[in-house]
Structures are given as structure tokens and as C-alpha cells.
């Protein structure tokens, strides 16, 4: 409503010629699809359009009224604000213009004469229009910021820079010059805004960004540049904490995590090509934020895509980009996906879906393929490699891996290849997680390695095994207490079979 009601010629600070404000009235007199009519028209139209947002903008930070605004408001409301707030009104009337611009050129047929190619970069030397900027300074806007048009302009910014990589050319008129290396900036600093509210957990910071990141995401350039910028990092620790909070009902939405899990699935093209990408995904225990999103089942989409994402994993190979090193036990490749995926238990859940009347092909076909390399890879595994695969993974369940019978045969395998003993280090740090029953299996382990391993006794509280699992005797959980204090008395009696 508020819209309807701008008038160009009061305002002053707009600082707008007379073409420009003739331009304004014709756009809004006619369709959108006619005024961008033309690469010309079409590009002073935008220019037009980014002007006012760059003086409406400003650099004062947000609008003292508008950018507060949480929803729709009616027409009489809306007209009042545009006198206490009119810049703020008018920064969403130029957000909401160029949203409707971008939605247009986009729609337009591939070669079309009409870019955002055509409309956003210079037609002599194929640069970004330089007009540009103000989109960026509308994300930075200080204080509590402005919801909307920080959600509209990243969008916005994502779909023009997009446009000037060379991956996505035949979206626009392959004869169109367009420099490549004028997006590179801008687009480093788009996504750098994004990783900045990646960090923090609020469901608000996700909204503003999953829209803008699901478009980027389907452009090669953006996917690498994130990943570079620690996306696969931000994007795992969102899937844990939603797949966690999604049973009280707080932190990511069902849809969110849809958005969160597309965008790491499709990274996961650029691990045949990019041994940094690869490391990046068993750094940041990508596998585990999947495998808990698939046992949770929150939505059918959500775990058709974490499928998905497994699969691409599970399949990736290192040949087109192997590692430096001459350790080949190093490489990463698909075996060392498919090791961390048995080591989070993924088998059972793949197995237990397999038996489920599923309508979607695409999951039929993720859970046949995985159960086979599942399996496959299960067989070649000893019971060593199972066990250690899962304490990595840090998803410890009760079964054979956690026996009297498997700590005699294996006691002398937890000293590493190093002898640092670093499996005995992960059981440490994974007695001060947050899950109870990952912590009393953590405890169960260490009292048995110190049983069966000569002198383990001495190594265990070496490692601070002892002090950190004595905190746990007094816990309220009476099961984890239970398995700390017989735990803490294996560590401190030398025999214990005849005390026991």
C-alpha cells in the first residue's frame, strides 16, 4: 500500500533527475516484462533503480521504522509509515523492484537478448556494473538490521554475480562479452556475509540466508568459493544442532534443514575435482550430520536429499585430483566415506529402509545403491576397522564392538599406529559429550582397555582418563554413573578379575 504511494518529485535527498524520475513513473505504469523491453532500456531501468537504493539506503544503518516490520501491514497503516519512515519504505520499494526484475530476466529464454547478463554488465567491456554496491552495503546495515531487504538484496546480488561466471553461460547470449574476474570480489564478499550468519545458530540468521545460498549453490564457481570459506563446516554443525533441537521443536525448520542438507549434497559434485573439498568433508564430520538426519527420518524430502548426498560420497573418487602424497592409505576417496558411514551405524538404518515401501524412485534407488557398497566395504573391514570407525565417528552404540571378548583380542591394536594411543584419546574427549549413552560406552571402553592392555592403567590417567571420567560418578544419569564408577575402579585396582 505504501508503495502505491511515493511521489519522486518531494524527495529531494533521492537526488533523482527528471528522466530518471519519468523512468520510475513508466515502470510503474507498465508491466515489468515491458519495461525491460531491451538490453538498454533494461539496464537503465536498473540503474535507475539501484540509485535509489543507494540514497534511500544511506550509510546511517537501518530505518528507524520499516526495517523493524516483521509483516504485512494494511494500506492505512502502510501510508502513515511512508511519512514517519519514507527512506525506509523507499529501500523496500527498491528491493522489491529489483527482486521483480531478477525474477524476469530469469524467465526470459536462454540467448535471449535480455540478460541479467545483458542488463547488469557493461555491454563494452563486460564488467559488473558498478552500480552494484549498494546491494552490499544493505547486508552490512548496522544495528539489528533490516530482515527483509538484507534477504531481498543478497538474493538479488547472488543471481547477478552468478551470472558473470563462466560455468553458467548458457544461461545468457553466448556472444555477450562478460570479465569474469569483475565477479570474483563481490561474490568472495557475498559469501563471506553469509558464512558471518552461518555462525551464528538462530533460526532468523537461517532465514535470511538459506533462500540466497540454495541459488548459489547450483553454480560451481559459488559452490567451490564456499567451501573454501568454511561452508561445509557451517553447514554440518546446522544439520547436527536441527536434527537434535527438530525433537523439542526449536532451532532449524523441517524446511530448513531441506535447504541446509541440498546445499551440502551439492558440493558434493565437487569432490572428484578437489582434494581440498574431500579432506574438507572428513574434517568436518559431514557423514555424521547426514547419517543423524536419515536415522531421524524428520521429512521424506529431507532424507531423499541427505540420501543423496551419501550416495555422491560414497561414490567420489580421487583421480582427477589425487593427493601430493605418496601415502595412498591417505587418499581420500569414496572407501573413506563409506568407512565413516558403517562407523554412524548407517547400515542398520539402510537395511531397516530397504524393508519400507518407498513412492519416491530417487530413494529406492540411493538405498540400493548404498546398501551395496555398504555391505561391500563392511566385509573387507576387520572388526578393528569397524570399531575405530566408529569411535571417529563419535556415535558409539552397544553391540560386539563394546565386550569383554572383542578388548582381549584387540587391546594391543589401541596403541596406534604411532603409539600415541590416540583411540584412547577420543575415548577421553567422548566422555564429556553431550550424549549420556555415547559417554557410558566411552567409560565401559576405557575401564576394559585398561583391563586388557598392560599397563594401561599408567596410560589412562597419563591421558587424564581417570580425573575426567571421576567427574561423571556423582552424574544424574544412574546408567553413565554406573559405567564411570566401575570405570574409575578398574583404573584404580590392579586385579580387577579377582575383586570382580
Not at 332 to 360: H, N, P
Not at 417 to 425: C, I, M, T
Request: glycine share 6%; aromatic share 8%; proline share 3%.
Amino acid at each position: 500500500g505504501a508503495f502505491t504511494g511515493i511521489q519522486w518529485d518531494p524527495m529531494q535527498k533521492l537526488r533523482l533527475t527528471q528522466p530518471e524520475k519519468l523512468l520510475l513513473r513508466s515502470g510503474e505504469a507498465n508491466p515489468i516484462d515491458y519495461t525491460l523491453n531491451n538490453a538498454e532500456e533494461s539496464t537503465a531501468y536498473v540503474k535507475v533503480v539501484l540509485k535509489v537504493l543507494a540514497e534511500a539506503s544511506g550509510a546511517s544503518g537501518p530505518s528507524s521504522k520499516v526495517s523493524h516490520l516483521k509483516g504485512m501491514l494494511p494500506d492505512d497503516e502502510a501510508l502513515q509509515i511512508l511519512y514517519t519512515d519514507p527512506m525506509g519504505v523507499v529501500t523496500h520499494y527498491a528491493i522489491t523492484k529489483l527482486y521483480d526484475i531478477i525474477c524476469c530476466l530469469k524467465e526470459k529464454k536462454a540467448g535471449s537478448d535480455v540478460s541479467i547478463g545483458a542488463t547488469f554488465y557493461n555491454e563494452d567491456d563486460g564488467n559488473l556494473l558498478d552500480e552494484w554496491r549498494p546491494l552490499l552495503r544493505v547486508l552490512h546495515l548496522g544495528g539489528s538490521g533490516d530482515a527483509f531487504a538484507q534477504r531481498g538484496a543478497a538474493y538479488c546480488l547472488a543471481h547477478i554475480l552468478m551470472a558473470g561466471c563462466p560455468s553458467q553461460r548458457f544461461a545468457t547470449n553466448r556472444s555477450l562479452k562478460i570479465n569474469h574476474a569483475s565477479v570474483v570480489e563481490p561474490l568472495q564478499a557475498l559469501i563471506s556475509w553469509i558464512t558471518s550468519q552461518l555462525q551464528s545458530s538462530a533460526s532468523s540468521s537461517l532465514s535470511l540466508v538459506t533462500p540466497t545460498l540454495t541459488s548459489l549453490m547450483t553454480c560451481p564457481e559459488a559452490r567451490t568459493m564456499f567451501a573454501n570459506s568454511g561452508g561445509i563446516g557451517y553447514l554440518s554443525r546446522h544439520l547436527r544442532n536441527g536434527t537434535k533441537s527438530s525433537k523439542t521443536n526449536s532451532g532449524a525448520s523441517v524446511q530448513q534443514l531441506y535447504e541446509l542438507c541440498f546445499c551440502l549434497w551439492t558440493i558434493t559434485y565437487e569432490c572428484n575435482t578437489s582434494k581440498m573439498i574431500r579432506t574438507t568433508f572428513v574434517r568436518d564430520h559431514a557423514v555424521h550430520a547426514l547419517v543423524d538426519l536419515v536415522s531421524s527420518a524428520p521429512r521424506e524430502k529431507v532424507v531423499r536429499v541427505a540420501l543423496s548426498a551419501l550416495r555422491s560420497l560414497a561414490q567420489c573418487t580421487a583421480e582427477a585430483s589425487p593427493s601430493s602424497s605418496s601415502d595412498s592409505k591417505k587418499e581420500v576417496t569414496g572407501a573413506t566415506f563409506l568407512s565413516e558411514m558403517i562407523g554412524c551405524g548407517l547400515i542398520k538404518y539402510v537395511d531397516q529402509m530397504k524393508e519400507r515401501q518407498w513412492t519416491d524412485i530417487d530413494i529406492v534407488d540411493d538405498l540400493t545403491v548404498l546398501h551395496k557398497l555398504l555391505h561391500e566395504n563392511f566385509k573387507e573391514m576387520s572388526t578393528w576397522d569397524v570399531y575405530l570407525a566408529e569411535v571417529q565417528s563419535g556415535s558409539l552404540e552397544w553391540g560386539f564392538l563394546h565386550t569383554e571378548k572383542f578388548f582381549k583380542e584387540n587391546a594391543r591394536k589401541f596403541e596406534g599406529d604411532n603409539g600415541d594411543f590416540s583411540v584412547v584419546k577420543m575415548l577421553v574427549a567422548l566422555t564429556a559429550c553431550n550424549d549420556e549413552e555415547v559417554q557410558a560406552i566411552a567409560c565401559y571402553d576405557l575401564g576394559e582397555f585398561v583391563r586388557h592392555y598392560p599397563n594401561g592403567r599408567v596410560i589412562a590417567r597419563s591421558l587424564g582418563a581417570k580425573d575426567i571420567v571421576m567427574r561423571l560418578v556423582d552424574h544424574s544419569n544412574e546408567e553413565l554413573q554406573r559405567h564411570a564408577l566401575t570405570a574409575v575402579s578398574k583404573m584404580m585396582v590392579s586385579n580387577w578379575a579377582a575383586v570382580h
